[in-house]
Structures are given as structure tokens and as C-alpha cells.
């Protein structure tokens, strides 16, 4: 089993202040829309269209009044914009109706919320809440494979968070999260990862390089 105290160790010389890159101003509220919007889009974007949207509609009963239309406008640079306006509304309906206008803080009754699944709700618990959250997006499941905790033909979500919810330690679930995006963006790439320059590499803690005739 590859020697997580240690990778994280070097995650977190890398990328000290890894936190997410959504602009959410520590509103959980704000955290949801955002990651709502993010699907299939990136988070630069979504961070561009927030500042309108949020000017439009600043909290969750601002949005859970509004017209559906009103919301597609705004977010339309996002794609998908008519689920997501949709779910922007009703989401908010619900946390108004259901949870007195605070966002709730388990995973029950997050995934419970239009649009929300396990990647959204574990985002939430872990950076707005303290609670143990693996967000198993795109770069978290191929990293970790790559790594050699599970096998890297493995791409199914729920397998991958419980896997690494068994390996990383609770409070440092999230961002360990944060850290993967990053490395993922900087050395760990789809294709052509940076075996050779991958510091992670050169501590043999991920052999994948070697095998795969990456370095
Ligand atoms: S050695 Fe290569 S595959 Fe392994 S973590 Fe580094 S960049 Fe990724």
C-alpha cells in the first residue's frame, strides 16, 4: 500500500493553502450554486459568473423567488443552464422550506437537494463544515490509481471515495482533495503526466512513471 502520510506530506509542501478554487466567500449557500454550476464547466468560468448571479440574487431566498428564465440568463456562459437554473431554484425552495435558509450539514439531507450528489454534498461537508468529505472528481480518481491505491481502470466515484475515505484521515479529507486538483493541473496531467519532474516520482512513491515509460 503506497505511504499516504508521506504523499500528502509532499502535497502539502507543494500547495499549502490548497482550498477551492470556486469563489464562495464562505457561504455554503454560495458553495452549492457554485458547484451546481460547475458541471461540465470550469471553475474559472463559474467564478465569472457568479458575480452577476450572486449581485442578482445574494442569498438562497433571493433565489428561491425567483423566475427561472432570470436565472438561465445569467448563467448561460456555464451550459447545461436550464437544469442548473432549475436546480439553483429548487434547491434553494427546498433549503427555505425544509432547513430554515441555512444549508444543511449531512450527507442525507444534502443529497436530499435538487442537484446535489455525493461530489457536491462531500465538497460542502468538508470545507464549509469541518466534517470528513472525499470529493472524488476526474483528478482525485486518476491521481489516486495512479498512485496505486485502487486500479487505475477503476472509474466509478462512490468505489473511489469509499476506498480513500478508509486511507485519508478525516480532517485532512478535503484538502487532500484540494492538493489532487492542483497536482493534477501541474505534474499529474491525463495525458502526458511530468513523471520526470514529479516529486512524488523521485521518492518512488508513485511508480506509475516507471511503468508506464512516463519518465
Ligand atoms: S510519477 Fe507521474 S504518474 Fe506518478 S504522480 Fe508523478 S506525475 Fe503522476
Known amino acids: 500500500m503506497p505511504d499516504i502520510a508521506r504523499i500528502h506530506a509532499i502535497l502539502k509542501e507543494l500547495y499549502p493553502d490548497a482550498v477551492c478554487s470556486l469563489d464562495y466567500g464562505g457561504d455554503p449557500w454560495r458553495l452549492l450554486i457554485a458547484a451546481r454550476l460547475s458541471a461540465q464547466c470550469t471553475d474559472e468560468r463559474v467564478n465569472i459568473v457568479c ?15 425567483a ?15 436550464h437544469t442548473k437554473a432549475e436546480s439553483c431554484v429548487a434547491m434553494s425552495r427546498q ?42 472528481d476526474t483528478h482525485c480518481i486518476r491521481l489516486n490509481g495512479r498512485f496505486g491505491f485502487y486500479d487505475t481502470s477503476l472509474n466509478d466515484p ?3 471515495e469509499r476506498i480513500l475515505a478508509e486511507i485519508v484521515p ?3 479529507q478535503a484538502a487532500y482533495c484540494h492538493r489532487m486538483v492542483l497536482f493534477g493541473r501541474e505534474y ?28
Open 95 to 136: 433549503i427555505v422550506e425544509r432547513h430554515g435558509g441555512r444549508v444543511p450539514d449531512t450527507m442525507e439531507d444534502l443529497l436530499a437537494l435538487p442537484g446535489v450528489g455525493r461530489k457536491i454534498a462531500n465538497l460542502v461537508l468538508g470545507d464549509c463544515y469541518g466534517k470528513p468529505g472525499i470529493v472524488a
Open 67 to 81: 423566475e427561472i428564465p432570470a436565472v438561465e440568463e445569467i448563467i448561460r456562459p456555464c451550459g447545461l443552464f
Open 51 to 65: 458575480v452577476p448571479l450572486f449581485e442578482a440574487f445574494p442569498d438562497v431566498y433571493a433565489m428561491a423567488e
Open 188 to 215: 499529474c496531467m491525463a495525458r502526458r503526466p511530468r513523471c520526470a519532474e514529479c516529486p512524488l516520482g523521485h521518492e518512488r512513491l508513485c511508480t506509475y512513471g516507471r511503468e508506464h515509460g512516463e519518465d
Open 170 to 172: 478525516g480532517p485532512e
Open 158 to 160: 462512490a468505489k473511489v
